[in-house]
């Protein structure tokens, strides 16, 4: 498998229309149970502006789109990332790994102390696939640093969810 890491440039329709499927693709499966039926996480305009603003790294593997992750400056300073994608079928082969080490040595070029994500939870029952990255994401080196209810970061998509959930914003110093 070659396998390449690199920034978007193009933005064509076709390729936001890829992109974008494969994001609620992924994020449907892993989020099943945190959502009404039929929200996707994200959409084409969203897509077209985070390629736009020159955030979404794209790997592909033997040239076909494997995954994705989004990189951004916070105000605050940290960097962060999100978006983080493997595609079902280019599973366990270690693009989850290398795009986020893309992030973050994308963040450490930039002079970022630290790098942030957010983990959404289920409040009251856990969710296996928030275990495997709560563990895998302390593995790498992130740790928690707080908790935050869903509804004070978004709530106009509160009414989204199929149950009360929560951010837990995890911090690894770069
Ligand atoms: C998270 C995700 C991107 C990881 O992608 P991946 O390419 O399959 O992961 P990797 O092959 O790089 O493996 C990542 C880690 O999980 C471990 N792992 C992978 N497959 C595994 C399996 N079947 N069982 C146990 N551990 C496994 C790897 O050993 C690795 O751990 P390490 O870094 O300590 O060695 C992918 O699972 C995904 O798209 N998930 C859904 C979207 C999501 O929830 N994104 C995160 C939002 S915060």
Redesign the pocket.
Known sequence: MALEISFARQADAAFVADVTALINR??AD?EKGLWQPDTQRTDEPEVAAVIAAGELAVARSDGDLA?TVRVQRLPTGEGEFGM???SPT????????DLVAFAETWARQQGMPTMQ?E?LVPREWTHP?KDF?RE?YT??GYHPIRRDPFEDAYPHLQPRLATPCDFVVYHKPL
């Open positions: 992924v994020y892993a995954g983080l994608v493997a280019h599973r366990g082969l270690g693009i989850g790994r994500l983990l696939v990255l895998w593995r790498i």
